[in-house]
């Protein structure tokens, strides 16, 4: 019997793209919860330069108020120790209907 060998796998390492100014923001909020669970539960914390920039406990508020501060990319989240509730539009589409033209 011959023996056959197998060349060694080659190991290809990519840079990884830089992270964007949103998934910054999103990390900060992570790494900050801890701390904000003391100081904000509860609320909503708009996060921007990897720093609470503003707080309250209507989301849409946080962020409106945020945007008009700071000019640029926040990441807003809740301040809990479990997922953000589900939010819902209200908006109703009923779908498998269709009007037939006559």
């Given at each position: 019997?011959?023996?056959?060998?197998?060349?060694?796998?080659?190991?290809?390492?990519?840079?990884?793209?830089?992270?964007?100014?949103?998934?910054?923001?999103?990390?900060?909020?992570?790494?900050?919860?801890?701390?904000?669970?003391?100081?904000?539960?509860?609320?909503?914390?708009?996060?921007?330069?990897?720093?609470?920039?503003?707080?309250?406990?209507?989301?849409?508020?946080?962020?409106?108020?945020?945007?008009?501060?700071?000019?640029?990319?926040?990441?807003?989240?809740?301040?809990s120790?479990?997922?953000?509730?589900?939010?819902?539009?209200?908006?109703?589409r009923?779908?498998?209907?269709?009007?037939?033209?006559g």
């Amino acid at each position: 019997m011959s023996e056959t060998t197998t060349p060694p796998a080659i190991e290809v390492q990519l840079p990884e793209p830089p992270l964007t100014k949103f998934e910054r923001e999103r990390r900060a909020f992570y790494r900050l919860l801890p701390e904000l669970l003391n100081t904000h539960r509860g609320q909503y914390v708009a996060i921007h330069d990897e720093q609470v920039v503003d707080s309250g406990p209507v989301r849409a508020e946080v962020v409106f108020r945020a945007l008009d501060r700071v000019r640029a990319d926040i990441y807003v989240g809740l301040v809990s120790e479990g997922p953000e509730p589900m939010v819902r539009s209200g908006i109703r589409r009923v779908l498998g209907e269709r009007q037939v033209g006559g």
